[in-house]
């Protein structure tokens, strides 16, 4: 069992930058895969960013490609999601993922979901 909690989101001017936190619970963090999906309001959830077990291994949807960096430090039980030059579409609520080891491009398969952190990038 793993429990997700996110922070760090927040009001922020278009061209700004947030670092979004993942903290976990649970002995195993380390042996999930963990991803960012985000969801705005009348839109379907989509996939953000994820990074595997060990952290050797990413996966960015080519909307945020270059803009946005996962990363986890496994003795803190935490993955991050740094978020820089943001614009307006990227306003959303923001969900943390944890899924198998065996990671995917998009991260089909998803575990545990966190409650959400909400992004809101003015203009």
């Known amino acids: 069992q793993v429990q997700l909690v996110e922070s760090g989101g927040g009001l922020v001017q278009a061209g700004g930058s947030l670092r979004l936190s993942c903290a976990a619970s649970?002995?195993?963090?380390?042996?999930?895969?963990i991803g960012w999906f985000r969801q705005a309001p009348g839109k379907e959830r989509e996939f953000v960013a994820a990074?595997?077990?060990?952290?050797?291994?990413?996966y960015y949807a080519d909307s945020v490609k270059g803009r946005f960096t996962i990363s986890r430090d496994n003795a803190k039980n935490t993955v991050y999601l740094q978020m820089n030059s943001l614009k307006s579409e990227d306003t959303s609520c923001y969900y943390c993922?944890?899924?198998?080891?065996?990671?995917?491009?998009?991260?089909?398969?998803?575990?545990?979901w966190g409650q959400g952190t909400q992004v809101t990038v003015s203009s």
């Open positions: 990074i595997n077990w060990s952290g050797g291994t990413t």
């Open positions: 993922a944890a899924g198998p080891p065996s990671l995917s491009a998009t991260m089909r398969i998803v575990n545990y």
């Open positions: 649970g002995r195993t963090f380390s042996r999930y895969a």
